[in-house]
């Protein structure tokens, strides 16, 4: 399992988490997590995209994708979403806080059983944005299906 089965959009290109938060360690999301999943997002004609290969490990019981792996990856990619808004707003982090924003909800919608063995689809696009609040819409597809949709709300984070 040390080893990213997120499949690259362009392997030659740094991902958003790469560039923008390489040193983060998130589960999800964090490149500098040798266990976690190592989501890589990208740009990509209006949306933010990435492929996602399940694990073994990630089955729910039933031969599908579980749930809990499915809000994972879905969190992770709208913070890809909401980083790269930000960044094209200059909207910085304070000096010495990892992120410039964190996940205040996510309204997540299961539609269809997602494939346990099969490479699935993210996409991502923000719906809404100023420096204290940004919205992003994600969801996972797979053969041109949307299996999952969640809306994410994410707050600028100011350490007290």
Known sequence: ?????????????????????????????????PKGLRLRSFPAEGWV??????????????GYLNGGIIATVLDCHSAAVVLLEAERNNWTAP??????????????RYLRPSPLGETVE??????????????????????????????ARWKRWLPR
């Open 1 to 33: 399992m040390g080893e990213s089965r997120t499949i690259d959009e362009g392997s030659e290109q740094p991902s958003i988490q790469e560039r923008l938060f390489p040193t983060l360690r998130c589960f999800g999301c964090g490149p500098a997590n």
């Open 95 to 108: 000096v010495g806080v990892p992120l410039p924003y964190v996940t205040a909800g996510l309204d997540l």
């Open 122 to 151: 993210l996409r991502g696009v923000a719906v809404s944005a100023n420096e204290s609040e940004i919205v992003a819409d994600v969801e996972l597809l797979w053969e041109g299906k949307t299996r999952a949709a969640a809306s």
């Open 49 to 62: 995209v990435a492929r996602f290969a399940p694990w073994p490990e990630h089955d729910n019981g039933l």
